[in-house]
């Protein structure tokens, strides 16, 4: 079993920043990848970052690449996403995934989830 724990949401105004942690617990070894999705209302979840334990290479989706930092932090067992330069449509519940097998821009590859936090951005 893995707990993913979330935080760092919040409501900030367009071109600002925000910084998402999550902290993983349990049988974190299993996980080759954490990566972090978002859900607007109404939407599908889509991909947003991810970065292997080993080696730290990160994946982005187009729509973030640029903007978005994600680093892990192995000693802590915890990954982040720096979110910068933020827009209007950036505005969703993110969440936060690990135990990854397939493609790591695939949710249905990952069998652990976090609660969300919620990222408001406004215009």
């Known amino acids: 079993q893995v707990q993913l724990v979330e935080s760092g949401g919040g409501l900030v105004q367009a071109g600002g920043s925000l910084r998402l942690s999550c902290a993983a617990s349990?049988?974190?070894?299993?996980?080759?990848?954490m990566a972090w999705f978002r859900q607007a209302p109404g939407k599908e979840r889509e991909f947003v970052a991810a970065i292997t334990w080993s080696d730290g290479s990160p994946y982005y989706a187009d729509s973030v690449k640029g903007r978005f930092t994600m680093s892990r932090d192995n000693v802590k067992n915890t990954v982040y996403l720096q979110m910068n330069s933020l827009k209007p449509e950036d505005t969703a519940d993110y969440y936060c995934a690990a135990d990854v097998s397939g493609n790591v821009r695939d949710s249905g590859s990952y069998r652990y989830w976090g609660q969300g936090t919620q990222v408001t951005v406004s215009s």
């Open positions: 349990g049988r974190t070894s299993s996980s080759a990848a």
